[in-house]
């Protein structure tokens, strides 16, 4: 035999036709009395209210579209300190900073590229003020391409939760 | 032309056209009801979104369907590729003409409608657009028809995948005929008639003739299916390995055609089992539906309507059951073990039908199909024991019973 066929040697004694079909019709049977597992999208979704609890909860880890969390004054909590766009591995943020009387520095643009952006969670790892965040949210459609650049006043008017970047019941990711 | 005869072609065109659109309007739930039933065998909901739970995703999908472009492959036999699902599609329909529907209904009228002259008609009108005496005859010869049109389909379509599936469709068709022409003679040895409304009349009069024919049942269910396609003997279709077989090459309306075709014979043969089996629109235990009358008619219709529905059903849960059987074992349940099958059956019954009513003298017919039962029932055992063993059907594996020995030709490994 120049090539090694593996023949399989099939059972003869214990095969049954007969038995098994009507074994296989009473499981279908069964599974049509089960209950349905489809979510039903645009009725039911996805969220992380309940923390990847619930049957169609998004992981605790999900990163989707970012947002920029403000302080109670509604400013911008983002101190323009560029380690976002230093870290950003797909160079998707733009910032540049600005400086009030008091010295206090802000963003003067904030940017984020939604297409480019790679969504790997690093700004929100590396940000010290936690202001930026990715979010858990995944429905972004848009009209036209220049959309999906989000600016600073989108990224803080913003309402989805946000990542929380690890699972809370297993923190050291194990 | 008398009024007697305009008036049964008046009744008899309201009856095709009620029964056309029926059988079209069924056609159409019936891709929707496929589509549900192998929904919820995988614990999915199914199309729900077009109309209330989905009821108008067939009208969606002929719309989508017509809208669709034509296509026609370069080197195709234009006119068989353009009749073929015609032919596939007339003889399914067809059959639809000749299966009692429901118990005749009392019709009495004699009016005259303009220039057209005076109708008339009095006495009971059979619920079937065509009460024919050669009965399931018919229906066996035009079945075969429609294997024309898959078979024409799969050769005009100049596609390899097209041309097998034509041509294994021609082959199981011819093969699964053979079975289930004879498993229908016993039901004419015990009604002594082939047509419907006569085999309809002699169940009511005795016992479902599932019970006394219960391996007849078995082999017309098991080539019922071979004959509409349907799995487990859908190789004519197999997409995963022909794609789509015989309709590879089709698109739009022509497409559709063979799916309305498809359904359509589905109901034929659930129609067929319902009537020669189960009593066709006999609703069991009670008289009452042969009293006559508009009420019982309506409720034999209903009664015909869910058995057929039920049968449909199994058809569906066989299809998302089953998977499909391999050409070879196709072949040799059909050749090998259905029409010998059959061929037995009918000595047995012949043998006891006659010892039954020519040595006993049994002349009740419930007594008679009794005794019948109680043999078919040791039939049944034996069949489905020698079935279950695998003795005729089994994996590649099995049909060497001897390893080749070493040194022996590779040819042999398979």
Avoid at chain 2, 306 to 326: A, N
Wanted: hydrophobic share 50%.
């Amino acid at each position: 035999m120049a090539i090694g066929v593996k023949v399989l040697q099939r059972p003869e004694r214990q095969v049954s036709y007969v038995r098994a079909t009507l074994k296989g019709m009473a499981l279908t049977f069964k599974h049509m009395l089960e209950k349905k597992v489809t979510m039903q999208y645009p009725e039911q979704k996805s969220t992380d209210q309940d923390h990847g609890m619930g049957t169609y909860s998004l992981s605790p880890r999900w990163r989707g579209t970012h947002r920029m969390l403000t302080d109670e004054q509604g400013r911008s909590k983002c101190v323009a300190c560029g380690l976002c766009p230093q870290i950003c591995p797909a160079n998707c943020i733009k910032l540049v900073p600005g400086e009030d009387e008091q010295g206090n520095r802000y963003p003067l643009i904030y940017e984020i590229d939604e297409f480019r952006c790679i969504f790997c969670g690093y700004c929100q790892e590396v940000c010290p003020e936690e202001a930026i965040h990715v979010g858990a949210h995944f429905e972004n459609s848009e009209y036209s391409r220049g959309r999906f650049v989000y600016d600073l006043e989108r990224l803080q008017s913003q309402t989805h939760a946000v990542s929380t970047l690890w699972d809370p019941s297993d923190p050291a990711g194990e | 032309m008398t009024p007697e005869l305009k008036g049964y072609l008046l009744l008899s065109t309201i009856k095709m056209l009620v029964v056309f659109t029926i059988i079209m309007i069924g056609v159409a739930l019936l891709t929707l009801m496929e589509r549900k039933v192998s929904a919820w065998m995988q614990n999915r909901h199914g199309p729900n979104r077009v109309g209330w739970a989905g009821l108008l995703q067939p009208a969606a999908d002929g719309v989508k369907n017509i809208l669709k472009e034509e296509t026609l492959p370069a080197l195709a036999n234009r006119w068989l590729f353009t009749i073929a699902p015609a032919l596939s599609f007339i003889p399914a329909l067809l059959l639809s003409a000749v299966i009692p529907f429901a118990a005749p209904l009392p019709v009495d009228f004699d009016v005259t409608l303009g220039p057209l002259g005076r109708f008339v008609h009095h006495g009971p009108m059979p619920m079937v657009v065509a009460d024919l005496p050669v009965g399931f005859l018919f229906v066996l010869a035009v079945s075969s028809l429609g294997v024309y049109g898959i078979a024409l389909a799969g050769w005009s379509s100049n596609s390899k995948y097209a041309l097998l599936g034509g041509l294994r469709a021609s082959a199981q068709m011819v093969s699964y005929e053979v079975a289930m022409g004879l498993s229908l003679i016993p039901v004419l040895l015990l009604s002594g008639d082939v047509s419907f409304s006569a085999i309809v009349a002699k169940q009511q009069a005795g016992i479902w003739y599932v019970m006394p024919l219960f391996l007849s049942f078995f082999i017309f269910t098991v080539a019922g299916f071979a004959e509409t396609n349907r799995l487990p003997f859908d190789l004519p279709e197999a997409e995963s390995e022909l794609i789509t077989g015989y309709h590879t090459e089709y698109s739009a309306m022509k497409f559709s055609f063979f799916f309305i075709a498809e359904y359509a014979n589905v109901v034929t043969v659930c129609a067929m089992i319902t009537t020669l089996f189960f009593g066709g629109w006999d609703i069991p235990f009670t008289d009452w539906d042969r009293s006559g009358g508009v009420l019982p008619t309506l409720a034999t219709w209903l009664f015909f309507f869910l058995k057929v529905l039920f049968w449909v059903f199994f058809v569906m849960w066989i299809r998302w059951t089953l998977p499909r059987f391999r050409y070879d074992q196709l072949m040799s349940l059909g050749w090998k073990v259905m029409m010998p099958l059959a061929l037995a059956y009918i000595m047995v019954m012949c043998t006891a039908i006659y010892l039954i009513e020519g040595v006993l003298g049994v002349r009740s017919p419930v007594l008679g199909s009794l005794i019948l039962f109680a043999l078919n029932l040791g039939i049944a055992i034996l069949v489905f024991g020698v079935l279950d063993s695998g003795v005729f059907i089994r994996g590649s594996g099995a049909r060497q019973k001897t390893p080749p020995a070493r040194g022996a030709p590779a040819a042999v490994v398979g």
